[in-house]
């Protein structure tokens, strides 16, 4: 790219020159171009003599007039990225006319054409695609919206707020006039225009409002909408219970549409959803595509108040909503399922991709300092770690002072445009409780390593535990300081039996220590050397150096009260023993590990969905984050070989659970979903050595099954096979079905993405050739490349680099399509550091040549840029 792009800072944050009182738009919906009239008045924000600066791409511009006057070339300088006009007005009406093409708009930004239908995405920066206006989100504007476009075609016109007018003008066309009375940023600006089927309900308010509710899908996908509705109505009613806040317009809308660069999009009154994060019926969704879409519907149900009736300032503020509202959707799920499994998930993402984050180029605190590409910046680190944030000022303040905070923060800030900054002091004010450290979560980046040591005094009865904190330098931050770390704790006796400690004359067996400083010792009165159980819950997200010997956790698993801690525990024993067989290369696990996973499947008790996880080997990426620099071949035989054992050692157990917990019949409840996860985790780990008659359970449950999850799990347990053959057939019955529902197909592409074959990258060509996959949808790729690129370790990590130089060709290709998706097909590439130098370098040479690439994309070169050595 000849010339670089520039870096935005937080530090350089101004006030708009120029405030909106209110918006008026008019679309005229044509099959060539789309013509928008925007209508807006301005006044001067402050005294000043700045001229009024307006951002702008892909447009072109037909007419400019300030109070009906029109404007000359000469008083206004024009170019690809904004319009800059001189007035000395302090108020004034602007009217810009220009013209967009949604059909060619292959960014999906700003808008686009998704099979037929018009829809729109504005978050982040996308407006500028649709006319020229100050794209920030600390302009807040109410919006009139004018939709005029030909019925047969588009019969449903439709914007944010609510519709006061609908009419048929003279030359046939309807227009349609849509109302938001809420002042909002342009970035919550929808519009969506086409011929759907609507699936229709109701819903009452606590103070007693009836709100409309109306989900448009495309035609013939009613019947898979009524699970997104009725996620809707509880989170309509869960939002009024734990939060007490109420919807606030008359009516509530979500489209799905298939061509959606992310899961959602909260516009005020007016969701815009990737089908897949709707459309669910049994047979064609999974129990984790359910409970996906329960968890994304209250996610962008939730942002009405956390994100919409309160917003950022600026873009460095995104924590400010979405790690919010990753929180409120997490404890939402949780409050609906088990909060255990509900809790592994969360951890999962933040070792598993959050910590790699930490560790690479794009590192960078919640609240970034700098910016090139804004859509670079919808990051775990914003939201998941983000939420990690919200979690521990809730640990810290409870549930009470946490709500009270809240409450204090709306009474403050409805309407407003705030800050990270804001938030913390409506918490602090609430509480009474110094969060002035706490903050520092928000400004610095990187992954704590919390040490723990201890002693025993049997003379004083005296229990010390000793705590270090170190965050190491990241690619964005040397210096660190010490963060306040919340680290959950409980103490047992070596029977397992909750112990109980003196700490500050309480007596319990459960602690909150709160490490503040560098380093910190805490002391207890207790009887006995105690066994004890930390970080619990993963109280906050830090890595632990902690060393358990196997019978202290042997002990803790069976004896944890905490369910997740019970996994967490689990992992820790798998995770020591891994490590000493890539150290060692002998690949031999301990028979207390199998002895211990049959006292668990043998105990009636458990939660089954929790069994589930708790008999699944860590994952490569967990694997991986144990290491500064990781021989990836034998993290991948070492992995291999405890998944062997377990299958071999346990097989009579598993098989025994199996058949237990495999029911034909198919229910959607959290106990029937805990079967199914055990029944098919059970049947994924006797096929991978595959046991007797393994082939014939597996041809079984796939012609047997009634849901998807059941279904999806043969595949995946047939992919692992060492006879291909009933791999094969299974994937070309399912082909034969489901050819043509896209949606269904992509679980297809992902199975044979993740299959470990040295065809795979053969296969992935051939793929591309399908019908149903299409390079212009980023389901279809994520499904395809995607998969193969973050979960097909052994092949994406070939030693020969061709799993680099295939994904790299893929960037090339999406860079001129959607530069979106291109830069979120990256991360793998750039996340290299932790592997060894041979596969370092073959990424190298990869990255320096997408960064000779003509045209590269600001989201691209942003990356590739920090990514490459200095």
């Known amino acids: 790219m000849t010339n670089a792009p520039n870096a935005r800072y937080l530090k350089d944050y101004t006030v708009p020159p120029y405030l909106v009182n209110d918006t008026e738009l008019t679309f005229e919906l044509n099959s060539g171009f789309t013509q928008v009239t925007a209508t807006v008045k301005y006044i001067k924000n402050g005294q000043h003599d700045l001229p009024l600066t307006l951002n702008g791409e892909h447009q072109k511009l037909i007419s400019v007039k300030i109070n009906q006057q029109v404007l000359s070339a000469n008083d206004y300088e024009l170019s690809e990225e904004q319009i800059v006009i001189k007035t000395d007005l302090t108020e004034f009406e602007l009217e810009i006319i220009s013209q967009i093409d949604p059909a060619n708009n292959t960014s999906l930004e700003g808008l686009y054409l998704s099979d037929g239908a018009y829809c729109t995405q504005c978050e982040a920066e996308g407006f500028r695609r649709i006319t020229y206006f100050q794209d920030r989100p600390d302009v807040l504007s109410t919006f009139t919206t004018h939709i005029i476009a030909d019925p ?113 999009m909260e516009n005020k009154g007016l969701n815009v959803f990737n089908s897949k994060c709707v459309l669910a019926d049994s047979a064609s969704a999974t129990d984790s595509d359910y409970l996906s879409i329960e968890s994304i519907v209250g996610h962008e149900y939730f942002h009405n108040w956390t994100g919409n009736r309160v917003t950022c300032r600026d873009w460095f503020q995104l924590s400010l909503k979405e790690g919010l509202t990753v929180f409120r959707d997490q404890e939402f799920s949780m409050d609906l399922g088990s909060r255990a499994v509900n809790r592994i998930q969360q951890v999962k993402i933040m070792r598993e991709h959050q910590f790699a984050e930490d560790a690479g180029p794009m590192s960078h605190p919640i609240r970034p300092e700098s910016v090139i590409e804004m859509n670079n910046f919808y990051t775990v680190t914003v939201y998941d770690k983000g939420a990690e944030v919200i979690r521990m000022m809730h640990s810290i303040l409870g549930e009470e002072k946490f709500q009270a905070g809240m409450k204090l923060y709306f009474e403050r800030h409805d309407g407003q445009a705030v800050t990270c900054d804001d938030f913390v002091s409506a918490m ?12 520092l979560w928000y400004s610095q980046s990187g992954t704590p390593v919390v040490g723990i040591s201890s002693d025993y005094d049997p003379t004083a009865q005296l229990f010390t535990i000793h705590i270090t904190q170190n965050t190491p330098a990241t690619a964005d931050q040397q210096a660190k300081s010490a963060l306040h770390i919340p680290i959950n704790i409980a103490f047992y006796n070596d029977k397992g039996e909750p112990l109980a400690v003196t700490l500050d004359n309480e007596e319990s067996n459960e602690q909150v220590l709160n490490l ?6 805490f002391s207890f009165k207790v009887n006995q050397q105690p066994i004890v159980s930390y970080l619990r819950d993963f109280s906050a997200p830090v890595k632990l150096d902690y060393q358990y010997d196997d019978n202290e956790l042997r002990t803790l698993i069976l004896a944890e009260s905490s369910e997740y801690t019970k996994w967490e525990l689990m992992q820790t024993l798998y995770i020591q023993h891994l490590k000493l ?19 668990l499947l043998a105990d009636p008790a458990l939660d089954k969905a929790l069994l589930a996880d708790l008999l699944k080997v860590p994952s490569f990426a967990s694997i991986l984050e144990h290491y500064q620099q990781a021989d990836v071949d034998k993290i991948l035989a070492a992995r291999e070989a405890l998944s062997l054992a377990i299958s071999t050692e346990l097989a009579e157990e598993l098989t025994q659970v199996y058949q237990a917990n495999y029911c034909a019949e198919y229910q959607y409840n959290q106990q029937a979903i805990a079967q199914r996860a055990l029944a098919n985790t059970c049947l994924c780990i006797l096929a991978e050595s595959n046991q007797a008659d393994i082939d014939a359970k597996i041809k079984l449950q796939y012609q047997n099954a009634s849901n998807m999850t059941d279904t999806l799990a043969a595949m995946s347990a047939a992919a692992k096979l060492a006879c291909a ?38 296969k992935l060509d051939e793929l591309q050739q399908h019908s149903d996959f299409n390079w212009h949808n980023p389901n279809r790729v994520r499904a395809l490349i995607g998969q193969f690129a973050m979960f097909n370790h052994a092949q994406f990590h070939h030693a020969s680099g061709r799993g680099y130089q295939y994904l790299a060709k893929v960037i090339k290709k999406l860079n001129s399509i959607n530069p979106q998706v291109a830069a979120r097909m990256i991360t793998p590439l750039i996340q290299y550091k932790k592997l060894d130098s041979a596969r370092q370098q073959l990424i190298i040479e990869q990255l320096q040549q997408l960064a000779e690439l003509p045209g590269l994309s600001k989201d691209l070169f942003e990356k590739i840029t920090k990514a490459l050595p200095k």
């Open 152 to 264: 047969t075609q588009y019969p449903y016109l439709l914007s944010n707020g609510n519709k006061v007018a609908e009419q048929t003008l003279d030359s046939g066309l309807t227009k349609v006039t849509w109302q938001d009375p809420y002042k909002k940023p342009c970035y919550l600006f929808a519009l969506v225009a086409g011929n759907f089927d609507v699936l229709s309900d109701k819903f009452i308010t606590k103070s007693g409002r009836e709100v409309v509710l109306e989900l448009f899908v495309d035609k013939g996908n009613l019947a898979r909408a009524d699970h997104a509705m009725a996620s809707l109505k509880q989170a309509m009613a869960w939002d009024e219970s734990r939060f007490s806040l109420e919807y606030d317009l008359d009516i509530y809308m979500i489209v799905a549409v298939d061509f959606f660069n992310m899961g959602a």
């Open 428 to 439: 602090q004010d609430a509480s009474n409780i110094d969060l002035t450290q706490f903050k």
């Open 516 to 521: 503040t400083q560098a380093e910190q010792s």
């Open 581 to 599: 067989n890539i150290e060692h290369s002998d690949y031999q696990y301990p028979a207390a590990i199998f002895g211990l996973l049959k006292e």
């Open 725 to 762: 053959g009933v791999f094969n057939a299974i994937m070309q019955d399912f082909d034969n079905h489901w050819r043509g529902d896209a949606l269904v197909m992509d679980k297809w592409f992902a199975t044979f993405a993740k299959l470990d074959s040295d065809s795979v990258l053969d």
